[in-house]
């Protein structure tokens, strides 16, 4: 008989471990950088990173405010849900964000879609690579975790980038006793995630002892949804119905949130952090493999993809 933990199994000292590392790691950054940036969406890691970060640095409520601005790489299939909550939270902190999107890259010619059903997730790193050069940044901080996939599991913290903005996987510098490498070359950045030793229950523990705000999504709600490849799609104008399909409404949260097209949700009656931990503790698929349609084709994906230049 397998016996699971409870929900405060993570002590406190275990959190407390994880978010003195990603205070130390958002200090390292506005220290070693000339122009970093922080990834952010809206979504639940980048909402902790902002957490953290507002303890590193202090809010306008506290005389402080977050070194480097906000930047969001944004498909325009975003659900409305968490593009106001991220503008909401920007402009509660005083953060600078940026917005730029991938119709925009579209409109320049340097994004063009196979068809126009084509999802344009996999299209955000031409536009995030052209918002590197805009705005010259040398460092980018994101939410990646190394539990969410493979890929994920081979990046190091301060992950190099050459001059075409590609990592390679097999040339990644040493990071023994939390010793960074930060030197660059002139084009090079770093792409820096200070929650790369979280899993998806440190990230929800947090979540519960912290009293973290997110957007309305994670948590459950009905919807409409039709069952494709063992994922629950939801129905709407941009992923609608396709002949001889039935809606079904479901109760349904999701795990992680991104472009329409390309996320699901899973079955779930969790309404608050504390229950999600509980669910957290059973599951048995990764958050990207139970979600994330455009990583199903192949588990080299989202290798490739970050050898592109994506996050």
């Known amino acids: 008989m397998t016996h699971h933990p409870r929900p405060d199994h993570l002590s406190n000292a275990h959190l407390d471990a994880l978010e003195e590392e990603t205070i130390f790691i958002l200090r390292e950054v506005a220290a070693a950088f000339e122009r970093p940036t922080l990834l952010f969406s809206g979504g639940k ?3 902790v990173m902002l957490k953290c970060a ?5 809010t306008p409520a506290t005389g402080g405010k977050i070194p480097y601005p906000l930047l969001m790489i944004d498909t325009g299939h975003n659900f409305h849900e968490v593009t106001d909550f991220r503008d909401a939270r920007a402009k509660e902190l005083g953060a600078d964000l940026i917005v730029r999107s991938v119709e925009d890259s579209m409109a320049r010619g340097t994004v063009r879609l196979a068809h ?30 190394r539990d969410e996939e493979k890929a994920r599991a081979k990046e190091r913290i301060f992950s190099h980038r050459d001059s075409f903005g590609q990592w390679q996987p097999k040339d990644q ?8 490498n930060t030197k660059l070359q002139p084009g090079e950045h770093f792409r820096v995630f200070p929650i790369s030793n979280w899993t998806e229950l440190d990230v929800w523990q947090y979540i519960a002892r912290e009293n973290i705000a997110l957007p309305s999504l994670y948590y459950t709600h009905q919807r409409e949804v039709v069952e494709r490849k063992g994922l629950l799609v939801p129905v709407t ?5 396709k002949p001889g399909e039935v809606a079904e409404l479901r109760d349904v949260r999701f795990r992680t949130v991104g472009d329409i097209t390309c ?9 608050t952090p504390d229950q999600i931990v509980l669910e957290t503790l059973a599951a048995d698929v990764s958050e990207r493999g139970a979600t994330r349609m455009d990583d199903k084709t192949s588990e080299a994906s989202m290798e490739k993809r970050k050898k592109d230049g994506y996050f």
Do not use: M, Y
């Open 116 to 145: 126009p059903g084509e999802s344009r997730n996999v299209h955000q790193s031409v536009t995030l690579l052209e918002a590197i050069e805009e705005f010259r940044f040398d460092a980018l901080i994101g939410g990646a975790r």
């Open 45 to 47: 890691d980048s909402l």
């Open 173 to 180: 510098r040493p990071e023994l006793w939390t010793l960074f």
């Open 263 to 271: 996320t699901c949700p899973v079955e779930s009656l969790a309404a």
């Open 237 to 241: 104008e941009l992923t609608p119905l």
């Open 54 to 58: 507002e303890k590193a640095f202090g």
